[in-house]
């Protein structure tokens, strides 16, 4: 019978993961199972089709190099990548604050040529048109307002053939909003067992908070020490004092504790 | 009892290459350096830690083609004739080398042998499982990643997509590691708002953010980067340090950058006469990089001193003690304006550590070494952090990367905005195969898990990266169409003519990534 050392090896050559772990018994199961499957399995690389790795001590090294880019596998020889697909879809993808491109496809039975357009809205307000003159095609749109949500659309003849998601444009500097909300998790218990969003679960602002002390910490905590200066102020660590936090973190925990 | 606490997170990730078409590849070199020069040298310092008692926790991301990379049989074989070519080269510039240089020479000799000493026999070729043990022990925490570190947020549009990026990536960890990943380190720091709800439902507790998710994050959160805060759905959010960052990663006044450091582009590949090199260059002839370097950083001219390792030594130590100072000053501050511990979150790419800075496996072990002399911080992990301090401030973070100007512009780029038309379609045509196949025959089941693995080979944000910073833009552009054309052919054989079995095993052949996918979980919910 193998040792487990030469047992783990087999299992290396066979590409097992996880035979670090495995005791004895698990180990020549694993093997078995993946002697079983090979020539089978889709994902272990059908043995035939493989090239043999020539054992290392019969192959000088150096030489390995020199092999010459002669391939061990057919060539693939595919179709390219099409200019237009089978389906009409749009989708906006945002690249920062004030920026994003449209993608766009449009089957092509359902492409017009031409007179198909796009539309960017926020809401119901049109925030840009472009041309969608190409079955598969992009568009950028720039100088956008930050911290929105928007979406597109493509429309022919008052019809829309295709709409995307709406997705969020990214603030570009920090929040205006000081309502400090805290909650406690328990790492250990599943997140399953929470409210899915906890700022419902918590209510609304529990506590109002100094729009000017809060900027005070916050901008100790986002400048480090370069802003010590900002900070010697006494009021800015008393906008979580010990009874404040108490008095967020107990309202947060018995919130989640009733959900 | 500390006054607060460092958070070191190495994002150690590599895109999945590997050509068993050829018998041997230029691109797979990378993984080969970064065994070598990050993840061995890593992996000692954790050995000389424990050895000497010194304690550390850290975190690591060890992404799913990084793992099935270094699990691979095929690539194993490979890299140890890459080691075994590099102690021949080493060798030989011993025997043909004088004075100082030979010295390093006979340097660069040992580190290799013992290097191939430690890969073969001290970890069996088992890397995956030298890591695992170390997580085992308590020292250090593995994160999950995007299942080929696709950017999540320019998938937005497909949730079905981001969904799968993730769920494959925990079946994957599970499978490896035996146990549920609490941490994951999403592609590029990306994140999107909603994506935290993708991860709750994973199982996911926590995510590294850039520091602006959190800075910029409504309302404004009072203990900016230095508390995690909890997204709207309980999963936690821990923001990049800008200051620590900046000591590391700055191109003027970072670490890496000091004159006595080893000088990563003066290579011998480029440098040797070429009848020395003949034999160790790419088989067209043209040069690269072999890891052999005998020069330091010395300045920004091209004229280049010898390294001296000694010296080099020494700094290392002396910025980990700076580093260390650094954060000491750092949390006095913070716990006395904030009132409360703080944590300082480090995230790095692992493979700065050894690959781009040559001492930086060494500046990790100092680290933890002046790191255990603290009274002011202790180094911990985000899980054992959360366990000690569950309550965190409820925020909205949002759109994000660690990427420059750290939102999604460095993945959607005039340089590499091409990709999406083809990669937005795929993923739909995805879940359109996922709904339709209630019950595949077996070809069809292999050939849906095949399109699964092609469509996540091509969302890797590794393609578009490198198409940015116009490197290797040839592979990068091949490998992207590679997949797509082969996710293609496979997407019309199923829906249409049939699949060519003889194609499918040809594409399963070359990309082997995860065996056990579950195509299902493209499937619309």
């Given at each position: 019978?193998?040792?487990?050392?030469t047992?783990?090896?087999?299992?290396?050559?066979?590409g097992?993961?996880?035979?670090?772990?495995?005791?004895?018994?698990?180990?020549?199961?694993?093997?078995?199972?993946?002697?079983?499957?090979?020539?089978?399995?889709?994902?272990?690389?059908?043995?035939?089709?493989?090239?043999?790795?020539?054992?290392r001590?019969?192959?000088?090294?150096?030489?390995?190099?020199?092999?010459?880019?002669?391939?061990?596998?057919?060539?693939?020889?595919?179709?390219?990548?099409?200019?237009?697909?089978?389906?009409?879809?749009?989708?906006?993808?945002?690249r920062?604050p004030?920026?994003?491109?449209?993608?766009?496809?449009?089957?092509?039975?359902?492409?017009?040529a031409?007179?198909?357009?796009?539309?960017?809205k926020?809401?119901?307000?049109?925030?840009?048109?472009?041309?969608?003159?190409?079955?598969?095609?992009?568009?950028?749109?720039?100088?956008?307002?930050?911290?929105?949500?928007?979406?597109?659309?493509?429309?022919?003849?008052?019809?829309?053939?295709?709409?995307s998601?709406?997705?969020?444009?990214?603030?570009?500097?920090?929040?205006?909003?000081?309502?400090?909300?805290?909650?406690?998790?328990?790492?250990?218990?599943?997140?399953?067992?929470?409210?899915?969003?906890?700022?419902?679960?918590?209510?609304?602002?529990?506590?109002?908070?100094?729009?000017?002390?809060?900027?005070?910490?916050?901008?100790?905590?986002?400048?480090?020490?370069?802003?010590?200066?900002?900070?010697r102020?006494?009021?800015?660590?008393?906008?979580?004092?010990?009874?404040?936090?108490?008095?967020?973190?107990?309202?947060?925990v018995?919130?989640?504790?009733?959900? | 009892?500390?006054?607060?606490?460092?958070?070191?997170?190495?994002?150690?990730?590599?895109?999945?290459?590997?050509h068993?078409?050829?018998?041997?590849?230029?691109?797979?070199?990378?993984?080969?350096?970064?065994?070598?020069?990050?993840?061995?040298?890593?992996?000692?310092?954790?050995?000389?830690?424990?050895?000497?008692?010194?304690?550390f926790?850290?975190?690591?991301?060890?992404?799913?083609?990084l793992?099935?990379?270094?699990?691979?049989?095929l690539?194993?074989?490979r890299?140890?004739d890459h080691?075994?070519?590099?102690?021949?080269?080493?060798?030989?510039?011993?025997?043909?080398?004088?004075?100082?240089v030979?010295?390093?020479?006979?340097?660069n000799?040992?580190?290799?042998?013992?290097?191939?000493?430690?890969?073969?026999?001290?970890h069996?070729?088992?890397l995956?499982?030298?890591f695992?043990?170390?997580?085992?022990?308590?020292?250090?925490?593995?994160?999950?990643?995007?299942?080929?570190?696709?950017?999540?947020?320019?998938?937005?549009?497909?949730?079905?997509a981001?969904?799968?990026?993730?769920?494959?990536a925990?079946?994957?960890?599970?499978?490896?590691?035996?146990r549920e990943?609490?941490?994951?380190?999403l592609?590029?720091?990306?994140?999107?708002?909603?994506?935290?709800?993708?991860?709750?439902?994973a199982?996911?507790?926590?995510?590294?953010?850039?520091?602006?998710?959190?800075?910029?994050?409504?309302?404004?959160?009072?203990?900016?980067?230095?508390?995690?805060?909890?997204?709207?759905?309980?999963?936690?959010?821990?923001?990049?340090?800008?200051?620590t960052?900046?000591?590391?990663w700055?191109?003027?006044?970072?670490?890496?950058?000091?004159?006595?450091?080893?000088?990563?582009?003066?290579?011998?590949?480029?440098?040797?006469?070429?009848?020395?090199?003949?034999?160790?260059?790419q088989?067209?002839?043209?040069?690269?990089?072999?890891?052999?370097?005998?020069?330091?950083?010395?300045?920004?001219?091209?004229?280049k001193?010898?390294?001296?390792?000694?010296?080099?030594?020494?700094?290392?130590?002396?910025?980990?003690?700076?580093?260390?100072?650094?954060?000491?000053?750092?949390?006095?501050?913070l716990s006395?304006?904030?009132?409360?511990?703080?944590?300082?979150?480090?995230?790095?790419?692992?493979?700065?550590?050894?690959?781009?800075?040559y001492?930086?496996?060494?500046?990790?072990?100092?680290?933890?070494?002046?790191?255990a002399?603290?009274?002011?911080?202790?180094?911990?992990?985000?899980?054992?952090?959360?366990?000690?301090?569950?309550?965190?401030?409820?925020?909205?973070?949002n759109?994000?990367?660690?990427?420059?100007?750290?939102?999604?512009?460095?993945?959607?780029?005039?340089?590499?905005?091409?990709?999406?038309?083809?990669?937005?379609?795929?993923?739909?045509?995805?879940?359109?195969?996922?709904?339709?196949?209630?019950?595949?025959?077996?070809?069809?089941?292999?050939?849906l898990?095949?399109?699964?693995?092609?469509?996540?080979?091509?969302?890797?944000?590794?393609?578009?990266?490198?198409?940015q910073?116009?490197?290797?833009?040839?592979?990068?552009s091949?490998r992207?169409?590679?997949?797509?054309?082969?996710?293609r052919?496979?997407?019309d054989?199923?829906v249409?003519?049939?699949?060519?079995?003889?194609?499918?095993?040809?594409?399963?052949?070359?990309?082997?990534?995860?065996?056990?996918?579950?195509?299902?979980?493209?499937?619309s919910?």
């Open positions: 019978m193998a040792d487990v050392r047992l783990r090896d087999q299992a290396r050559e066979l097992i993961a996880g035979r670090s772990k495995m005791r004895k018994a698990e180990l020549l199961a694993a093997i078995e199972a993946a002697l079983r499957q090979h020539g089978t399995s889709p994902a272990a690389a059908p043995a035939e089709s493989l090239p043999e790795p020539a054992p001590t019969t192959r000088p090294a150096r030489k390995h190099r020199h092999a010459g880019a002669t391939p061990l596998l057919p060539p693939l020889a595919l179709a390219p990548l099409p200019a237009a697909y089978d389906i009409t879809h749009v989708a906006v993808l945002p920062n004030r920026e994003l491109v449209v993608f766009w496809a449009i089957e092509p039975r359902d492409f017009p031409t007179g198909a357009r796009l539309e960017l926020s809401g119901e307000r049109v925030l840009a048109v472009a041309p969608a003159d190409r079955a598969l095609g992009r568009w950028y749109f720039g100088g956008l307002q930050p911290d929105q949500a928007v979406r597109a659309e493509v429309i022919f003849e008052g019809r829309v053939l295709a709409s998601g709406t997705v969020l444009l990214p603030p570009d500097g920090p929040s205006r909003l000081h309502q400090p909300l805290m909650g406690a998790i328990d790492i250990a218990r599943p997140l399953a067992t929470l409210p899915r969003d906890l700022r419902q679960a918590a209510g609304p602002a529990p506590l109002p908070a100094s729009a000017t002390a809060s900027e005070r910490v916050w901008q100790a905590a986002t400048t480090g020490t370069a802003a010590a200066g900002v900070v102020e006494a009021d800015a660590p008393a906008l979580l004092s010990a009874e404040r936090h108490e008095a967020l973190v107990s309202s947060f018995h919130a989640m504790g009733e959900a | 009892m500390s006054r607060g606490y460092l958070a070191l997170v190495l994002h150690a990730h590599m895109p999945f290459i590997r068993p078409e050829y018998p041997s590849y230029l691109e797979e070199d990378w993984l080969f350096e970064a065994i070598t020069e990050t993840y061995l040298p890593l992996l000692e310092v954790f050995d000389e830690l424990h050895r000497e008692g010194v304690p926790h850290l975190s690591m991301t060890l992404t799913p083609p793992v099935a990379m270094l699990d691979d049989a690539l194993q074989e890299y140890v080691l075994e070519q590099l102690i021949q080269l080493a060798s030989e510039e011993v025997g043909r080398r004088t004075g100082h030979q010295w390093l020479a006979e340097r000799l040992e580190l290799f042998r013992r290097r191939l000493a430690q890969y073969t026999h001290r069996g070729g088992d995956v499982g030298a695992a043990d170390w997580q085992d022990r308590g020292n250090l925490e593995i994160l999950t990643c995007g299942a080929t570190h696709g950017f999540l947020p320019l998938m937005q549009s497909c949730p079905e981001v969904r799968a990026q993730i769920e494959v925990i079946d994957s960890y599970r499978r490896r590691f035996c990943p609490r941490g994951i380190w592609p590029e720091c990306g994140y999107f708002p909603g994506l935290d709800a993708i991860l709750r439902d199982g996911i507790r926590w995510f590294i953010g850039e520091g602006t998710a959190i800075q910029h994050a409504t309302p404004r959160p009072v203990y900016g980067v230095y508390a995690p805060v909890y997204t709207p759905s309980g999963v936690a959010v821990f923001g990049r340090d800008p200051e960052s900046a000591q590391v700055s191109a003027e006044s970072g670490y890496p950058g000091h004159p006595d450091y080893r000088e990563f582009h003066r290579d011998l590949g480029y440098t040797a006469p070429f009848d020395e090199i003949a034999p160790y260059v088989p067209t002839g043209l040069r690269k990089n072999v890891g052999i370097k005998y020069h330091r950083i010395t300045g920004k001219t091209e004229r001193e010898y390294y001296d390792p000694w010296r080099a030594r020494r700094v290392a130590d002396e910025h980990a003690a700076d580093f260390v100072r650094n954060r000491e000053q750092q949390v006095a501050f006395d304006a904030l009132g409360r511990a703080p944590i300082i979150t480090a995230p790095y790419d692992a493979e700065l550590f050894g690959h781009w800075w001492e930086g496996p060494q500046f990790v072990g100092d680290l933890f070494r002046h790191l002399r603290s009274r002011v911080v202790e180094s911990i992990t985000p899980s054992a952090y959360l366990a000690r301090h569950p309550e965190q401030q409820v925020v909205q973070p759109l994000s990367s660690w990427g420059a100007n750290s939102y999604a512009d460095v993945w959607l780029h005039e340089s590499n905005e091409w990709i999406y038309p083809h990669l937005l379609v795929a993923a739909r045509h995805m879940t359109d195969l996922a709904n339709r196949f209630a019950r595949p025959d077996a070809l069809q089941d292999r050939a898990r095949q399109a699964a693995r092609e469509l996540l080979l091509a969302q890797s944000s590794d393609w578009a990266f490198i198409l910073t116009n490197t290797s833009t040839q592979y990068a091949q992207t169409v590679d997949h797509l054309e082969r996710f052919a496979l997407y054989g199923l249409g003519g049939g699949v060519d079995p003889a194609v499918l095993a040809n594409i399963e052949a070359r990309d082997t990534l995860f065996p056990d996918i579950d195509w299902r979980v493209y499937r919910r």
